[in-house]
């Protein structure tokens, strides 16, 4: 074996063990997604989506709460236009992920920005925090392990939707409470970032106590002001 064929098969492990590393530090977050893609796949089937319908939403929509969030919204008869920019804002985070891994990602080529695109989720963002993470197969292993694994649960949600009478009664809802939760306290790194969390928390509670439909998203931009704000004051400080 001469040395470029060496090179070459290095290169290769290199690849499939970043691969499999990144599809094990998943893993944690690939189960405990398992009651939501349940949720997501009854909650499409009592909206009235026929099962072909609801496999393809969980594995083109690809975003446990927008997709939960637009299958209540239809089943109340909203616009498309209300569901459209309701999702638009919900899943906006999105754009900070992107933004954070652009040094990253834009240097590489199309075949891999494409498919990170898609595959990127808080799970995702969430195990790529460190730089030495951000390898184009270790996001691949670790994206395309938990997409397989919301399309898997989705699918038996869909199946226990139509074997199981009154399925939402488990309150599999939970498990969206607990994944965001783990997502989330790593990134409580100071007190800005933990005042930030409580106002998001407590505006949360009284803005639904209050009926109020918006009332997470709005929640979620008071928190992040407050947190900018706070930040901006110990600055100047």
Not at 50 to 71: D, E, K, N, R, W
Not at 98 to 121: N, Q, V
Not at 173 to 183: E, G, H, K, P, W
Request: glycine share 6%.
């Amino acid at each position: 074996m001469d040395l470029s064929q060496q090179q070459l098969s290095a290169t290769t492990n290199q690849k499939s063990q970043d691969f499999m590393q990144g599809a094990l530090d998943i893993l944690p977050l690939s189960i405990a997604v398992l009651p939501w893609g349940i949720l997501a796949g009854s909650v499409a089937i009592d909206a009235g989506l026929t099962i072909p319908q609801a496999v393809a939403m969980s594995a083109v929509v690809f975003a446990g709460a927008a997709q939960l969030v637009s299958l209540g919204m239809w089943s109340a008869d909203a616009t498309a236009i209300t569901i459209a920019i309701t999702v638009f804002f919900l899943t906006s985070q999105h754009f900070i992920y992107a933004l954070t891994l652009r040094k990253d990602i834009s240097i590489l080529a199309s075949y891999y920005r494409i498919p990170l695109g898609f595959l990127l989720t808080d799970e995702l963002f969430a195990v790529a925090m460190r730089k030495s993470q951000r390898r184009p197969y270790y996001l691949l292993g670790a994206g395309l392990s938990f997409y397989l694994a919301w399309v898997l649960f989705s699918v038996l949600g869909i199946y226990l939707a139509s074997t199981i009478p009154n399925l939402s009664s488990l309150h599999l809802d939970f498990s969206i409470v607990a994944v965001l939760v783990a997502i989330i306290v790593p990134f409580i790194k100071n007190w800005v970032s933990l005042v930030g969390v409580f106002t998001t928390i407590i505006c949360s509670l009284c803005l639904t106590a209050l009926h109020i439909e918006a009332a997470i998203l709005i929640s979620g931009i008071l928190g992040m002001g407050v947190s900018v704000y706070m930040e901006r004051w110990e600055k100047k400080a």
